[in-house]
C-alpha cells in the first residue's frame, strides 16, 4: 500500500511542478488574476502533496534502498540525493506560500479559496517571491538530476529503476 501511495505522490508531484514549470510568474503577471488565482490553488495541491509524502518520510525513512549494481559512490549520492528532494521540496512549498501570504492583495486559490487577507506589504511579498523563484529553480536542477539518475540506471546498469515507481501498467514499455 505505501509503494502505491509514493508512486501516486511521486507522479502527481511531477505533474504539478511540470505544471509551475510551464505557468512561470512571468506569465501570471501578465495573464491576470485568474493565473494568479490557478496558481495559488495548484501550489495547494502541491502543499498537500508533499505534505503528504513528508510525513510518510518522517515515519518510515526512505521507501527505496540503493540497488546491488549501483557504485560505492551512486550508492551514497543515491540516499543523499532523495534527501535531498525530501527537504528541498518542502522549502520550496513553504517559500511559495509564504509569498503569498505576504502578498498585499487577496488571493484565492482557483478563484474560490482565500489565502490570505491581503494586509501584506510589498517589499516582504517580493523578497519572499525571489526566495521562492530561487527555490523553485535549484528544486528544478535537483529533478533534473534525479531523473538523469535513475535514467542512467535503468538503461546503463540495466537494474530495472524506473519500474520501481512507474505504474505496472506502465512496465511493458520499460
Known amino acids: 500500500m505505501r509503494r502505491i501511495a509514493l508512486k501516486w505522490l511521486h507522479w502527481g508531484s511531477f505533474f504539478l511542478i511540470a505544471y509551475f514549470f510551464f505557468a512561470e510568474p512571468e506569465d501570471v503577471d501578465r495573464l491576470g488574476a485568474a ?7 495548484v501550489g495547494i495541491l502541491l502543499a498537500l502533496v508533499v505534505a503528504s509524502w513528508t510525513v510518510m518520510y518522517l ?3 526512505l521507501a527505496g534502498r540503493p540497488g546491488p549494481k549501483l557504485p560505492a559512490t551512486a550508492k551514497q549520492f543515491h540516499s543523499l ?3 535531498a528532494m525530501h527537504v528541498a521540496l518542502p522549502v ?9 501570504f505576504a502578498a498585499p492583495y487577496v488571493i484565492k486559490a482557483f478563484g474560490v ?16 517571491e525571489e526566495i521562492h523563484e ?4 535549484i528544486m528544478l ?3 533534473i538530476v534525479h531523473a538523469t539518475f535513475h535514467l542512467w540506471r535503468h538503461f546503463m546498469l540495466k537494474d530495472n529503476a524506473l519500474r520501481i515507481m512507474t505504474p505496472k501498467a506502465l512496465h511493458k514499455y520499460l
Open 134 to 137: 530561487i527555490s523553485f529553480n
Open 81 to 83: 540525493g532523495h534527501k
Open 141 to 143: 536542477g535537483a529533478i
Open 59 to 61: 515515519r518510515k525513512g
Open 35 to 41: 493565473a494568479l488565482a490557478t496558481h495559488a490553488g
Open 113 to 128: 479559496l482565500p489565502i490570505n487577507g491581503g494586509w501584506g506589504a510589498r517589499g516582504i511579498h517580493g523578497f519572499f
Open 92 to 100: 520550496m512549498v513553504l517559500t511559495g506560500a509564504l509569498a503569498g
